[in-house]
């Protein structure tokens, strides 16, 4: 997108310029010495001047290549304008969302919001418009921060704002009054996997109670695949989900503190120091086998070993950008996932619906417990009111599952089963962010909570809360 942008320019100052330069040339080889009229006489071919009355090649290319650049700059500022005129009239509608950005992921949602026909869109490059929805979706993390920052005064109180983040923890985003939504296509490529793969997850939980699963990459998607694995696969107290995972998953090992209670209290997570390839015997064994790596090509070559050594395995494999196959012949037991162009829509980046629904459990929450004072949704650190999403989509995509599953429990029975089931999402979701254990109040300073801890042991208000979690 960039290179076609700078194509582009190069193009059209080219265009302005050759007519100069040929109207210079054609003229001194006429009027040798004559340089001051040489430039006015080039100059007054824009607007379609000629008084010589001999034409040479030279002048006969300049004077044509000067209407056309004449005509291109008249058309490019008609159009700048009417596009201003444009853009002031479709900020008149409440539900207008201005779009940030000239990359792929940016062109996939304008097409996507422009194609249902549900909002008129706004798409202004690096330019602040006063919309009531922005998704700033930048190159990178550094430009989309510079430019939430250098338009924060802009924002008004109710906007929302959904800012890409690809490598940057948006829990340290806390802006009050400022409806604020960080995401990347990373989180989007793990959670739309776990809930296309829930029902059969499900399903395998109740029928063996055992799941096997293995991530090829350590980078930043399979960080996202592991934590979002962690929350979505819940679906009874007794399962064992083992995670094996292969790469270099050191540094993202010890920057968490406590695995023995993250995948408590039956699943395993089982760091491998050897290479996947070390233990291709076993990848047959595995329930699900997932090709993850940050780079599209890396995936790709293991994809091709994998086939070559063991032609009957089926896996996913991770591709974002599809058209990096091309001709490549794509066996029938590989699945793909992650791709940009059904990731980058208005249903899982705005994702409105969810945030409604979490927004409307929250403010049932308030009511239920007015002596604790608990802030607005609008004034929750994000850490809190991601953990409410994802409650919410834990409610939504796993509780209907669970109840298939679980016809021959009474209504308390039920709710008593889901209730763990949820308080077992919480534990977790704390523990992924190095929460422990202690008695007392809360404290989010030293990331504490007396409530971590299993659900046989929690006292009968705190099993109060998951309930109600539940009941809204």
């Not at 939980?205 to 695949?225: D, F, P, R």
């Not at 091709?304 to 794509?330: E, H, M, T, V, Y």
Request: a negative charge; one cysteine or more.
């Amino acid at each position: 997108m960039k290179r076609n942008t700078f194509l582009r320019n190069c193009f059209l100052r080219g265009l302005l310029l050759v007519p100069l330069i040929l109207g210079m040339v054609g003229f001194l080889k006429e009027y040798p010495q004559e340089y001051l009229n040489a430039v006015y006489f080039s100059l007054r071919l824009y607007g379609m001047e000629y008084d010589l009355e001999h034409i040479t090649p030279v002048l006969e290319v300049a004077r044509w290549t000067a209407l056309l650049a004449t005509f291109t700059t008249l058309f490019l500022t008609i159009k700048s304008i009417s596009n201003a005129i444009v853009i002031k009239w479709k900020l008149l509608y409440p539900d207008t969302v201005a779009i940030y950005g000239t990359g792929s992921a940016a062109h996939y949602l304008l097409e996507d919001i422009s194609q249902k026909k549900i909002r008129r869109k706004v798409i202004s490059t690096n330019v602040f418009v006063p919309a009531h929805t922005h998704v700033i979706m930048l190159e990178n993390d550094d430009e989309a921060m510079h430019f939430f920052s250098e338009n924060l005064e802009r924002f008004r109180a109710g906007d929302c704002v959904y800012i890409q983040l690809e490598d940057f923890s948006p829990h340290v985003l806390n802006y009050s009054g400022l409806a604020l939504y960080p995401f990347s296509l990373s989180d989007l490529t793990a959670q739309l996997y776990w809930r296309k793969q829930s029902e059969w997850i499900c399903s395998k939980c109740y029928e063996t109670g055992s799941v096997k699963i293995c991530l090829i990459g350590a980078g930043l998607y399979g960080e996202k695949m592991l934590y979002f694995g962690l929350l979505s696969n819940i679906y009874t107290r007794d399962q064992s989900i083992e995670y094996h995972l292969f790469g270099d998953w050191s540094e993202y090992q010890a920057l968490h503190f406590n695995w023995d209670n993250i995948a408590s209290p039956g699943d395993r997570v089982v760091f491998h120091s050897e290479a996947w390839y070390q233990w291709a015997n076993h990848l047959c064994d595995m329930d699900m086998l997932i090709l993850c790596e940050d780079d599209q090509q890396v995936n790709l070559h293991i994809a091709q070993r994998i086939n070559a050594i063991l032609p009957k395995c089926k896996f996913s494999l991770r591709l974002g950008d599809d058209g990096i196959l091309q001709d490549k012949f794509l066996p029938s037991q590989i699945t793909l996932f992650g791709s940009y162009n059904k990731l980058c829509c208005q249903e899982f980046i705005l994702q409105e619906q969810l945030i409604e629904d979490a927004r409307l459990q929250h403010k049932a929450y308030m009511q239920a417990h007015p002596e604790s004072n608990i802030p607005a949704w609008e004034e929750l650190d994000p850490f809190t009111r991601n953990s409410n999403i994802s409650s919410t989509s834990f409610e939504k995509c796993n509780v209907p599952l669970i109840k298939a599953e679980s016809r021959t429990l009474n209504d308390i029975e039920l709710l008593e089963r889901l209730s763990e089931l949820e308080h077992i999402r919480w534990c977790r979701y704390h523990y992924l962010h190095n929460w422990s254990y202690r008695p007392g109040k809360k404290d989010s300073i030293h990331q504490t909570h007396c409530d971590l801890q299993l659900y046989k042991d929690l006292s009968h208000e705190a099993r109060i809360k998951d309930w109600q979690a539940l009941s809204h």
